[in-house]
C-alpha cells in the first residue's frame, strides 16, 4: 500500500547557494529544474536513491511557501509519500480521525493524484500523498 | 557515491501518538523499537521502501534533541543520506567548504560510520552521512 519516500521538499532562500551544496559538493545529478508560476516557486529535483530531493525557492513573499520561508527560514518542508492507491489510503486515514488539508485528491497535469495530510495529525510533519498515473 | 536516503528523523513529544498515525493510520510496520539512554531519546522504526521513518521520543529536556522540541515543536530533525564511501564524501565536502559538525566519522556499536554536516552549510537542513558496515 505504501511504496517509498517519492520526495523531501526543502525550501530554500536561493537554488544557487542551495545547488552548491547538494549538487556541487554531494555530487547529486540535477534532475530537472521547472519555474512555477502557479505555485510561485523555482524548483530543481535531484534524485537519490528512489526518492527525489526537492529544492523549493520562493518567488514571492505571499505563497505559501514564500510565507514558511520567512516565518521559519530554510529547512524540511513536508515529506511526500508514494502510495499505490490514494483513496484507500485516504478513506483508511479517515477512518483513523485524520484531519487533511484536501478532503479529495487533486490532480497533477501530468496525472499524479496527491493530498496533504493537515500536520496536526501528523505529529507536527507535512505529509503529501502521492498516488502516480498507472 | 551517494546510496539512498536512510531515514528520516522525527522528533515526538510521544512515540504513541506517533505510532497512531504513521503505523495505526498509514499502516508502516514497525522494524523495531529501542529505548537509547546514551542519547535520551526512545526510538521507533518504521521502513518505508529502501528508507526509514526514525521517530524520536525525547526521554529528558536538556539533550540536544529534548532542547530542540522544546524550542521548535515536533517535526523533521534531519534527514540522513546514505554514501559508498563516508571518508571520500568527506574529502569532497571539505574542498567544497563544506562545514561539518563531525570533522571525522563516529562509530555506532553495530560499525556504521556517521557524521553530521553542519545545517549552516546545508541551507538550513541537518544532513546526517551514513556508511553501513561492509
Redesign the interface.
Known sequence: ?????NH?A????DLD??L???R?????PVAKTEENPGENVDIAFLP????EIE?LKPTDTESGIGKYLAKK????HH?C?EVEDIDA?MQ??A??G?QMINDVPRVREEGTRYAFVH?K?????LVELYELPK
Open positions: 500500500m505504501i511504496k517509498r519516500i523531501i526543502i525550501v530554500v532562500e547557494s542551495a552548491a551544496f547538494w556541487d559538493a554531494m555530487g547529486l537519490v536513491g528512489e526518492s529544492l527560514g530554510q529547512g524540511m515529506m509519500i489510503t483508511r486515514l477512518a483513523h485524520v500536520p495529525s501528523a505529529g507536527g510533519v
